[in-house]
């Protein structure tokens, strides 16, 4: 009876400290940090221009799925491409209203810049190609080991440039159209001088500098 009381006891003890030993390992919060030593260097690099291409980085979050990881990545390198030429555009607007003299009622450099947006939208997202992937392994806030992806992604400066002059040219009509329907000589002046500026723009490419 007292050998058999020793083994049950026994049992109890190897499975407490087998107990012990799980939860340790599995405990939620433990973070891992990826290893950066390998990382190349475009994964850190700024948009730039290169054999007529533009190129965006994205990065995506940590994720249990490897594909989901990829593809967060590949939304991230959009999203950056459509927010970058977004601001790019608004800043060639805003020097230019400058140098043409415009008003705001005008020519308003935030209302074209998001035109603008709306329209390189569908060429980014359509056109915009995986050229490059960089994968890490790491943690998430959970303490879940899972997939961080970078991509380093290409969109013709040609469909850029296009999407521009479209939004260009519709501007330029626009502002013919109100030039016409001025109830005032200035404010038809300021008309003619919008139409003339867009038909600038319109020649021109989002990325010319």
């Known amino acids: 009876m ?32 990826a290893d950066t030593s390998d990382r190349p260097e475009w994964t850190m690099n700024e948009p730039g221009v290169e054999d007529e291409k533009m190129y965006f980085v994205g990065i995506s979050s940590v994720h249990v799925s490897e594909k989901n990881a990829r593809d967060d990545a590949r939304r991230n390198s959009v999203n950056a491409a459509i927010q970058y030429l977004g601001t790019m555009a608004k800043s060639k607007f805003e020097q230019a209203q400058v140098t043409y003299g415009l008003a705001s009622e005008a020519m308003d450099p935030t209302t074209s810049a998001r035109q603008y947006e709306k329209q390189v939208a569908a060429n ?75 038909s600038d723009m319109q020649k021109q490419g989002v990325t010319t500098d």
């Open 124 to 198: 980014v997202t359509r056109r915009l190609k995986a050229e490059k992937w960089y994968m890490e392994r790491e943690t998430d806030a959970s303490g879940k080991r899972g997939y961080k992806y970078f991509v380093l992604a290409g969109v013709p400066v040609k469909s850029l440039d296009e999407a521009f002059q479209q939004t260009a040219k519709k501007n330029m009509k626009d502002a013919q159209k109100r030039a016409k329907e001025a109830a005032t000589e200035q404010a038809k002046r300021q008309q003619e001088q919008a139409a003339e500026f867009w």
């Open 2 to 33: 007292l050998k058999q009381l020793t083994i049950l006891m026994s049992l109890f003890l190897i499975a407490g400290l087998t107990g012990c030993s799980s939860s340790k390992v599995s405990t939620p919060g433990e973070s891992e940090a």
